[in-house]
């Protein structure tokens, strides 16, 4: 059974910092490329960010220069070190994975796995 179990929202100051993990299990972590995909009331789950088995790394252009994806082979563990961040980066936010070694897809469909979420929420 495969899990994925994201972590480290929370309330922050626009300007400020956060890491977001995401804790993989029951699947070969390597065989998958992981994205992380933000979701705001009343709009659509977009993509920010993804890193596949090599290290190969895609982002949003909204997120570029202020977020950082990266991921730990070793504990099947994918982050997500937000800096900068603006009160309209406030959603929850949903780890993914796509069974692929290539480069991360930035859209959703071909993730086959998804977290349960985890609200970020930055106050002006």
């Known amino acids: 059974q495969v899990q994925l179990v994201e972590s480290g929202g929370g309330l922050v100051q626009a300007g400020g910092s956060l890491r977001l993990s995401c804790a993989a299990s029951g699947l070969t972590f390597n065989d998958y490329a992981m994205g992380w995909f933000p979701q705001a009331p009343g709009k659509e789950r977009e993509f920010v960010a993804g890193?596949?088995?090599?290290?190969?790394?895609t982002y949003a252009d909204s997120v570029k220069g202020r977020f950082t994806i990266s991921r730990d082979s070793a504990k099947k563990t994918v982050f997500l070190q937000m800096n900068s961040l603006k009160t309209e980066d406030t959603a929850v936010y949903y780890c993914a994975a796509d069974n692929t070694w290539g480069t991360p897809r930035e859209t959703r469909s071909g993730y086959k796995y998804w977290g349960q979420g985890t609200q970020v929420t930055v106050s002006s």
């Open positions: 890193v596949n088995w090599i290290g190969t790394t």
